[in-house]
């Protein structure tokens, strides 16, 4: 028995931002593929029709859809995700001051 999809609804501003971040050169390609998911999303089209398309994992579809329908657009979109985080830097007095 499979479980029936999060329907997803965007308002106009939503679709804006979200086509935009699918076209724009600059944006992560991941982002872009999120936005690319939540958007076939909001078609109507099902998660495995999704994955074909854009060539994702189902759960990758099923994923991005239901966080985009529990956090919206400021908080699933703007994840930094797993990469590599910047470090803080600290300046250290060299060794002839000390």
């Not at 089209?45 to 919206?72: C, D, M, Y």
């Amino acid at each position: 028995m499979s479980r029936r999809a999060v329907t997803i609804e965007l308002s106009g501003e939503e679709r804006h931002q979200l086509e935009s971040f699918a076209r724009q050169r600059r944006t992560a390609q991941g982002l872009a593929r999120r936005a690319r998911i939540v958007v076939a999303a909001a078609e109507g089209l099902e998660n495995k029709t999704i994955g074909q398309r854009l060539g994702a994992e189902l759960n990758t579809v099923s994923k991005w859809r239901r966080r985009f329908a529990e956090r919206r657009i400021e908080d699933c979109m703007t994840s930094l995700g797993r990469g590599r985080r910047v470090r803080s830097v600290t300046m250290r007095s060299p060794r002839w001051f000390a």
